[in-house]
């Protein structure tokens, strides 16, 4: 199993960043995906995911209105597009997936974390 992320940057606050997770090794389209996140310093946070068996979504409610998680499974790739970008959204981005699915939930993104396989990473700046 392997998860690449690739998107981030340094963007200014209210900008906004599109971040891409492409997978392989396993069945991408039956496997939800996940976003955890982390700021130096900070503990890891759990961003949002998305289900592949009935495509729904999940957010933290700090991101909630201003991300958008969506996929495109013949491409293998979960995006993440990042609105109104504040200085406390930056941190390394992470994907994550279980190779399983179910309805899209913070428990889900939990079990993702916690047993599943996990990207590189990629840096999202945001100045103020």
């Given at each position: 199993v392997q998860l690449v992320?690739?998107?981030?940057?340094l963007v200014q606050a209210g900008g906004s960043l599109k971040l891409?997770?492409?997978?392989?090794?396993?069945?991408?389209?039956?496997?939800?995906i996940g976003w955890w996140r982390q700021a130096p310093g900070k503990a890891r946070e759990a961003?949002?995911?998305?289900?592949?068996?009935?495509?729904?979504?999940?957010?933290?409610d700090d991101v909630k209105g201003r991300f958008v998680i969506s996929r495109d499974n013949a491409k293998n790739m979960v995006y993440l597009q990042m609105?109104?970008?504040?200085?406390?959204?930056?941190?390394?981005?992470?994907?994550?997936?279980?190779?399983?699915?179910?309805?899209?939930?913070?428990r889900a993104l939990q079990h993702m974390a916690a047993m599943g396989y996990w990207g590189q990473g990629t840096q999202v700046t945001v100045s103020s």
């Open positions: 992320e690739s998107g981030g940057d891409s997770c492409t997978g392989s090794g396993f069945s991408f389209a039956s496997s939800d961003v949002s995911c998305i289900s592949s068996s009935d495509g729904s979504t999940w957010y933290a609105n109104s970008l504040d200085p406390e959204d930056a941190g390394v981005y992470y994907c994550v997936t279980d190779v399983q699915t179910r309805p899209a939930s913070r």
